[in-house]
C-alpha cells in the first residue's frame, strides 16, 4: 500500500508539474520581477530620474488636481516614498464626462506634471503574473487553477522524496543526465521549500473572493459594495450634493492622521467628490510597516475637516486574509527582506525549469537515432525552450522597446507589450524549427547578449547610467543595471556550460549511464 501510494503521488507530482509548468515557470518569473516593480517602473521612466520630494507633496499634488479637475468623482494621490520619489495622482470623472480616467506623474518639488514617456513599466510583469495580459476575469481563473495545482505539486513532490532534507546534500552534476536533473530538482525544491508553500497558498488568498464568491453572494445577495464596506476593505463614493464647496486644506489631517496612527506616515489620500458640499478624504496608512495587508484609514468631511470615521481594525477572518495577502505581496520587508524574497522566488522558478527538463531527459529515446522523436516529445522541448529561455528574451525586449522606441509614439506603451509577445512568439518558433541542443544553446546566447548589453543601450540613450548612478549612490538606478549586467553574465555562463556538455543531457562531462533499474530506485525517492 506504502509503495503504491508514493507510486501514485510520484505520478501525481509529474504530471499535475508538467501540464501547467510552462504557465507556472511564468507566473513564477513574472512575480519574482514584481518585488522589485516601484523600481522597474522607475528605470523605465528616465524622465522622472533625479525628481525630489517636496515636504509638502500632498498639498502641492492637491493644488495640480484643482487646476486638472476642480469636480470629479475622485481624485486619487500615492504619496512619494523611498522606492518612489514621484507622486502619481489619477482622476474619475462620471459617466458621461471625457476624459473618465486620468493619471499624471508630478514632480512635487516644482508642481508640475513630467512628461514621461509612455509606459506600463513594472506594472505589465504585476499583472501579468496574475492575470496573463488576458481580458476580463479569465486570465485570473486560469492562474487561480494553475496555483492550486502547483500546490498539490508541492505537496505530492514531499510524499514522493521519502528522503528529501537528505536529497537537499546531495547534488551530482557530473553524473548522467536523469540522475543530475533530478538532484537539482530536488535541491532547489527544499532551498526555499517553506517559501514555495507559503508563496503559492497565499497567491491563491489574494483573489479568493473571485474564486469563491459564493458566501458573498448568499450573505449579502450579491451587494459586494456593502461586504468590502462591512470588511472595512473600502470606502462608498457619496452621491455629490450638487453644491459648490471649497475643499479643507490637506496637511492638518495627514498631521492629525499620523498623531492618531502613532507616527505612521500616509501613504496614499483619496478624495470623493471633490468641490462638492458632500467632499469625503480619506487617509490611507503607508503598508511598509507592517506585514498585514491591512492600511489604516480615516475618514474626514472634504469640507468642515471634521472626523467622520476610524478604520484601524478589522474582523478577525478580513484580518487573516490581510496577513497572507500581506505576506503575499512582501510590500513591508526592508531592502534585505525583499532581495531574500526574491532569491527565494528566483529559485522557486529554478525548480520548476529543472522539472520541466528534468521530464524531457527523462523521456528521451534511449539511443540518437534509434527512433524519431514523437510529437509529444517535440512539443515539450520546445515549449521547455520556447517558455524557459525565451521568457527572459521577452522581458529583455520589452526593456530593449522601452528605450529605443520613439518617446511620442502613439499607443507607445502598448507598442513595448507588442516587442515582448513578439519576442516570446519568436523564440517559440525558433525552439519548434531547430533541434533543442542548438535551440537550448542560441536561445540563452540570445538572452545573455540582451541583458548584459541593456547597460550599454542605457548609456547611449539616457543620463541615468552607471557612469552618472554610481557615484551618486543612486542604488535603485545602479542595482537595476547591475542586475541585469549579472544576469547576463549568469545566461552567457549557462550557454557556455550547455555549448561544452557532452549530448547526454548532464550537467558535467558524461560518464556511464547508470542501469534503468538504479534509476527507477533514484526517481522515486
Not at 168 to 193: E, K
Not at 414 to 422: N, S
Request: glycine fraction near 8%; charged fraction near 20%; hydrophobic fraction near 50%.
Amino acid at each position: 500500500m506504502k509503495g503504491r501510494f508514493r507510486q501514485s503521488m510520484a505520478w501525481l507530482h509529474t504530471w499535475s508539474g508538467l501540464v501547467v509548468g510552462w504557465l507556472l515557470f511564468a507566473i513564477f518569473l513574472t512575480g519574482t520581477a514584481s518585488f522589485y516593480r516601484q523600481e522597474i517602473s522607475l528605470w523605465m521612466r528616465p524622465e522622472l530620474h533625479g525628481s525630489a520630494v517636496a515636504s509638502d507633496a500632498a498639498a502641492v499634488a492637491f493644488a495640480r488636481l484643482s487646476t486638472l479637475a476642480p469636480q470629479a468623482r475622485r481624485w486619487l494621490i500615492d504619496l512619494p516614498d523611498g522606492r518612489d520619489p514621484i507622486a502619481h495622482i489619477y482622476v474619475w470623472r462620471d459617466a458621461g464626462k471625457a476624459p473618465g480616467f486620468q493619471r499624471e506623474a508630478l514632480d512635487t518639488a516644482t508642481g508640475q506634471p513630467i512628461a514621461a514617456r509612455a509606459t506600463y513599466g513594472g506594472d505589465f510583469l504585476y499583472y501579468f503574473h496574475f492575470d496573463l495580459n488576458m481580458p476580463s476575469i479569465w486570465g485570473r481563473l486560469i492562474v487561480g487553477v494553475a496555483a492550486s495545482i502547483m500546490l498539490v505539486a508541492i505537496i505530492s513532490g514531499v510524499i514522493t522524496h521519502r528522503r528529501i532534507f537528505k536529497d537537499f546534500f546531495t547534488f551530482r552534476p557530473r553524473r548522467a543526465a536523469q540522475r543530475s536533473w533530478l538532484d537539482a530538482h530536488n535541491l532547489l525544491g527544499v532551498l526555499a521549500l517553506p517559501f514555495h508553500v507559503m508563496i503559492t497558498y497565499t497567491g491563491l488568498i489574494t483573489l479568493m473572493f473571485l474564486y469563491m464568491p459564493w458566501g458573498i453572494d448568499a450573505a449579502y445577495k450579491g451587494d459586494k459594495t456593502a461586504f468590502m464596506t462591512e470588511a472595512s476593505l473600502s470606502t462608498p463614493i457619496p452621491d455629490a450634493a450638487g453644491i459648490p464647496a471649497r475643499l479643507t486644506p490637506i496637511e492638518p489631517l495627514i498631521r492629525e492622521a499620523s498623531r492618531r496612527w502613532d507616527g505612521r506616515g500616509v501613504g496614499r489620500v483619496d478624495v470623493y467628490r471633490p468641490g462638492d458640499a458632500k467632499a469625503l478624504i480619506e487617509l490611507t496608512s503607508s503598508d511598509a510597516e507592517h506585514i498585514a495587508h491591512h492600511r489604516k484609514k480615516i475618514v474626514f468631511d472634504g469640507v468642515t475637516g471634521a472626523l467622520i470615521a476610524e478604520k484601524n481594525h478589522m474582523p478577525p477572518a478580513a484580518k487573516t486574509r490581510a496577513i497572507l495577502y500581506g505576506l503575499h505581496l512582501g510590500r513591508f520587508a526592508d531592502p534585505a527582506l525583499r532581495l531574500l524574497y526574491f532569491l527565494s522566488s528566483l529559485v522557486g522558478t529554478a525548480m520548476i525549469a529543472t522539472g520541466l527538463v528534468l521530464w524531457a531527459v527523462k523521456h528521451k529515446p534511449k539511443r540518437e537515432g534509434a527512433e524519431r522523436p514523437g510529437f509529444g516529445y517535440r512539443l515539450v522541448e520546445a515549449l521547455n525552450v520556447g517558455t524557459i529561455a525565451g521568457l527572459p528574451i521577452a522581458i529583455a525586449a520589452l526593456f530593449w522597446g522601452n528605450r529605443l522606441l520613439p518617446v511620442d509614439l502613439a499607443g507607445r506603451a502598448d507598442w513595448e507589450v507588442v516587442c515582448f509577445f513578439a519576442a516570446w512568439i519568436l523564440a517559440l518558433l525558433h525552439a519548434a524549427l531547430r533541434t533543442a541542443r542548438n535551440a537550448w544553446t542560441e536561445q540563452l546566447w540570445a538572452a545573455a547578449i540582451l541583458y548584459a548589453t541593456l547597460p550599454i543601450l542605457n548609456l547611449l540613450t539616457t543620463e541615468s547610467h552607471l557612469g552618472m548612478t554610481l557615484p551618486k549612490a543612486d542604488w535603485v538606478l545602479a542595482g537595476f543595471d547591475l542586475t541585469m549586467l549579472l544576469v547576463g553574465l549568469l545566461f552567457g555562463w549557462i550557454a557556455w556550460s550547455m555549448a561544452g556538455r557532452k549530448p547526454d543531457g548532464a550537467l558535467g562531462p558524461c560518464v556511464r549511464a547508470p542501469s534503468s533499474k538504479t534509476v527507477t530506485k533514484g526517481v522515486g525517492r
